[in-house]
């Protein structure tokens, strides 16, 4: 007797229904969407940092799959354009302030901290010269095997001259790691790093969040200095530059009235000759 094939169903626990709404809803519902690097954050310090962000900004970190779930819910083509940025080891933050606003606090509040044996060095690292709370002992050959020139002061060793001990882009090793830890020298943040972001008032994607806040203000009043004196030169007026071209149009005033006078008094020479 022939019997009917079973379609195999994939049952989908409610727990897992909840969290996929809960997803589309704020995708919905706030303002910004940014994505996050949650990378090599103890766990401690991932819940200091949402509870220092409770009140500015709602903070998830469900697995890929139901947020692109969640995305497909919410309807929103325009958020699939995120779905790329999704990687391993990332948090999601729903918030009503503005994604660039975020991504800066975010940036600014990194806590400093301890090297690790295998991190690649962002830049060099320097050993600083000066005093330090290490006493003779261990300690001495471990800085000689650095080359670090030390001497000993007061019963205290004394860094003689600053030495790089990593170079930006190498891997740091055990040693410079474990002299950094003994110094307390924290060459590394650690913190949310941002890294895109969906602004769902204007319906745009920002694929590049990690940025440099000090870099950009500093970009801003290098330009803003150059364009000042331009906009003066070529007359464009604003109420930044209005005084400028008054005191210009002043000066430009006296001198055609300098010049006016020469020519006066070689005419009425010419005329007396």
Do not use: W
């Not at 727990?15 to 809960?22: I, Q, S």
């Not at 519902?29 to 996050?36: P, Q, R, V, Y």
């Not at 991190?119 to 003779?136: F, K, R, S, Y």
């Not at 740091?172 to 949310?192: C, E, N, R, Y």
């Amino acid at each position: 007797m022939k019997t009917k094939k079973q379609t195999k169903t994939t049952h989908v626990s409610e727990r897992k229904k909840k969290a996929v709404l809960d997803l589309s809803k704020l995708l919905k519902e706030k303002k910004t969407f940014l994505i996050a690097s949650i990378k090599n954050i103890p766990g401690s310090q991932f819940q200091e940092i949402v509870k220092r962000l409770r009140g500015k900004a709602v903070v998830k970190v469900p697995k890929k799959n139901l947020i692109i779930k969640a995305i497909d819910v919410s309807k929103n083509e325009e958020l699939k354009k995120v779905e790329e940025k999704i990687g391993s080891d990332f948090a999601l933050l729903f918030s009503d302030t503005d994604c660039f606003e975020l991504a800066i606090d975010l940036i600014r509040k990194k806590s400093p901290s301890k090297a690790k044996a295998g991190q690649i060095a962002l830049e060099d690292i320097e050993i600083p010269a000066g005093p330090t709370d290490l006493v003779p002992g261990p300690a001495i050959s471990e800085l000689g095997a650095l080359g670090i020139q030390i001497q000993i002061e007061n019963g205290k060793i004394t860094i003689r001259t600053p030495k790089i001990i990593a170079k930006a882009g190498t891997k740091i090793t055990q040693s410079a790691a474990d002299m950094m830890s003994k110094l307390d020298i924290k060459p590394f943040s650690i913190g949310f790093v941002p890294v895109a972001a969906f602004d769902n008032t204007t319906k745009q994607f920002y694929p590049d969040m990690d940025m440099n806040p000090d870099k950009a203000l500093d970009d801003l009043k290098e330009a803003y200095g150059r364009s000042l004196p331009f906009a003066v030169q070529v007359g464009y007026t604003t109420p930044e530059t209005i005084t400028f071209l008054i005191g210009k149009a002043g000066r430009q005033g006296l001198a055609l009235e300098k010049l006016q006078t020469q020519n006066l008094q070689n005419n009425n020479s010419e005329e007396n000759k």
